[in-house]
């Protein structure tokens, strides 16, 4: 059996191949033009982010199972492998602690000012009178509003920790529905009340750009805006508008979307209270290593003819 994984270098370990005897190839990088030629003899494909879209399946007729190195699978053509009887499996719930604890520290580091006094504390501090050095306004984190939008197992993780900081917490209603189920708010209201809004939604035709001017416009003017889910979920030139207009108070993102991205993606300029991280809010040791143990577990499920964590 043939196994090739087309992004390898998007783990910072290697992938314990000892572990399921078969011919196993790790491309560091799979650039689209060489996804069929990459594949071609391969039983299983494993892909974090390189796409396998339809008119790339039909030309790999042994290929029989995909496991995405990831929890969102958008990068695969779901219908396309139903069609051809390819199986597809991901891996849930393996970044829900490194992701929740990644909002948390963002939402500390944006509310309580700490890049903008770490940058300038070696600069002005020598020269100020008093012991002290205030510049930029302090918030609290206990007592805020924090609006969740998504409430699969990160979203609730976030719900959690941040409810044990005294933060209130509320989950928005999908955006344009026309009923608010028990336990959510109308995504406007949520928009519109909240001190700080973390996204956690699937990306898909529904929710991409859910974040435009008219979200932005109804928020309030020093809410934080934090997305660790799918760039996808944000109108970027929006956004880097409503930064530099000072339309709310900042926002911290670890997902853009293109990646990586363009030199001329207008999230890269220097705007005031942005904090941008590469992708990597999922990548702590226990994210990692949570990975790397469910893409071998989906492998051998499938080997021995009883796949786990199926989407397609």
Not at 37 to 52: D, E, R, Y
Not at 53 to 71: G, H, K, N, S, Y
Not at 242 to 255: E, H, S
């Amino acid at each position: 059996m043939k196994i090739v994984m087309l992004d390898g270098d998007t783990l910072p370990v290697s992938l314990p191949t000892r572990q399921q005897q078969a011919d196993w190839e790790i491309r560091t990088q799979t650039p689209v033009s060489d996804i069929v030629s990459s594949l071609t003899g391969a039983t299983v494909a494993i892909t974090n982010k390189v796409p396998l879209r339809a008119d790339t399946l039909a030309q790999l007729p042994e290929l029989r199972f995909i496991c995405v190195a990831a929890t969102g699978y958008d990068c695969v053509d779901l219908n396309a492998c139903r069609e051809r009887g390819i199986v597809v499996s991901n891996v849930p719930g393996y970044s829900t602690q490194s992701v929740s604890e990644a909002v948390i520290a963002a939402i500390f580091a944006l509310r309580r000012q700490i890049m903008a006094y770490a940058v300038n504390t070696r600069i002005d501090w020598p020269q100020a009178q008093h012991f002290c050095l205030h510049r930029q306004p302090i918030g609290d984190i206990g007592g805020v509003a924090l609006g969740i939008a998504g409430r699969g197992d990160i979203g609730q993780a976030v719900g959690r920790l941040a409810q044990a900081l005294g933060m209130k917490v509320q989950y928005a209603e999908r955006k344009g529905s026309d009923s608010v189920r028990e336990g959510y708010v109308s995504f406007e209201q949520m928009l519109a009340t909240s001190d700080i809004v973390s996204l956690h939604c699937p990306l898909s035709d529904s929710t991409r750009q859910m974040i435009d001017r008219d979200a932005l416009e109804k928020m309030k003017p020093h809410a934080l805006l934090i997305n660790t889910a799918r760039g996808g979920l944000i109108n970027e030139a929006n956004l880097a508008e409503a930064l530099k207009q000072g339309l709310i108070g900042g926002a911290a993102l670890d997902v853009l979307s293109s990646e990586p991205p363009s030199a001329d993606n207008p999230l890269l300029a220097d705007l005031p209270n942005l904090l941008l991280t590469p992708h990597i809010a999922w990548a702590s040791r226990s994210g990692v290593e949570n990975l790397v143990t469910g893409v071998m577990a989906n492998i051998a499920a499938f080997i021995q003819g009883e796949p786990i964590n199926v989407v397609s």
